[in-house]
Nanobody
Framework: VQLQASGGGTVQPGGSLRLSCVAS????????MGWSRQTPGSQRLTIAT???????LYAEAVEGRFTISRDNTKNTVYLQMDDLKPEDTGVYFC????????????WGQGTLVTVSS
């Protein structure tokens, strides 16, 4: 498996979760890493990306609540999700891309996040 995501679960509104994604070294060191999500009835959308130098971009819907980070020594990218809302419910996918403005070229399996009281 080239991209292995974990950390999904069920949380109450206002709660937090941290997703992790371990990548193979060749993928991690040569790509921009990101997270996308697919909510019920919607297409899959990118919500956060981070370059190897640590420059991050966020979708407006998660700006200020989610934080993407990467540990280059562990080939791991994280998504810290705070102040979760019911509309954050969906399947979250780790991915790799060559530009923060292009679609991913590699996808991991999804991890389900449910925000519900």
């Amino acid at each position: 498996v080239q991209l292995q995501a974990s950390g999904g679960g069920t949380v109450q509104p206002g709660g937090s979760l941290r997703l992790s994604c371990v990548a193979s070294e060749s993928i991690f060191s040569n790509n921009i890493m990101g997270w996308s999500r697919q909510t019920p009835g919607s297409q899959r959308l990118t919500i956060a990306t981070i370059t190897g130098a640590g420059r991050s971009l966020y979708a407006e819907a998660v700006e200020g609540r989610f934080t993407i980070s990467r540990d280059n020594t562990k080939n791991t990218v994280y998504l810290q999700m705070d102040d979760l809302k019911p509309e954050d419910t969906g399947v979250y996918f780790c991915n790799a891309r060559t530009s923060q403005y292009l679609q991913p070229k590699l996808w991991g399996q999804g991890t389900l996040v449910t925000v519900s009281s």
